[in-house]
């Protein structure tokens, strides 16, 4: 599925893209403790090229000095205080998600329908429906948008269905994207108000996402195109 946004995030990201295609969102003295990719010591430039390098990173502390010490993580959770550091976000742009159920033949895309609200497996290509963006929530998770829908229109969870609506602070608009424990060079996404994952339907189409218990089942397994 091409989870893996809202206005402001959308809006941010422009704003703020770096050389290497990433923007940044700064959260002085604040952390999201555990889930680490790795501990080392180094310049905030060195941390922010080593989360850039590696597609799992979401994000990194960084200690408040020239050379300081400096944590990757592969989620945001527990946000809370930390004095002396800041929290650098990255925010992303993906030209496209693929599943390791589908493969490399489909990405995730919106059905170009009038309604344009459906998303669903389609054949990679260069299409504004398979650019999506994943944009950090004040409560440790993202959420998704994309740029045939808008940048007003965010990935939501209806019971076992996934639609585009109106972007709001629901939970049901917030996704946690965390390393695959099975294959760590896939992603799980799971919604934050029901605990399911982002799966495809094996109905022989294989384009029809649906919500499902997390389990290691290859439609769960999402890996990123980086713009």
């Not at 809006?11 to 700064?26: A, D, I, N, Q, T």
Request: hydrophobic share 35%; net charge neutral.
């Amino acid at each position: 599925m091409k989870v893996l946004l809202v206005v402001a995030g959308i809006l941010l990201l422009l704003c703020l893209v770096s050389r290497e295609g990433f923007g940044w969102k700064e959260e002085p003295e604040i952390d999201y403790p555990g889930n680490d990719i790795l501990g080392a010591r180094g310049t905030l430039q060195e941390a922010r090229e080593k989360c850039e390098a590696d597609s799992k990173c979401l994000g990194f502390n960084h200690e408040n000095k020239p050379v300081g010490n400096y944590w990757l993580k592969y989620t945001l959770a527990n946000r809370g205080p930390l004095p002396g550091y800041t929290f650098y976000t990255k925010l992303m742009s993906f030209l496209g998600f693929k599943s390791s159920f589908t493969g490399d033949s489909k990405c995730l895309d919106i059905m170009n329908d009038g309604a344009n609200n459906k998303p669903l497996m389609a054949p990679c290509g260069n299409y504004s429906g398979q650019q999506w963006s994943m944009t950090p929530t004040p409560r440790g998770h993202v959420t998704f948008s994309n740029q045939f829908a808008g940048a007003n229109k965010c990935l939501d969870a209806f019971g076992r269905d996934l639609v585009m609506t109106n972007c709001n602070d629901s939970l049901k608009q917030s996704w946690k994207v965390t390393a695959d424990r099975f294959n760590t060079a896939f992603n799980r996404v799971s919604n934050a108000e029901s605990g399911m994952c982002v799966d495809i339907l094996n109905d022989g189409q294989n384009n029809k996402l649906v919500m499902s218990d997390c389990g290691n089942f290859s439609g769960q397994k999402w890996s990123t195109i980086p713009k």
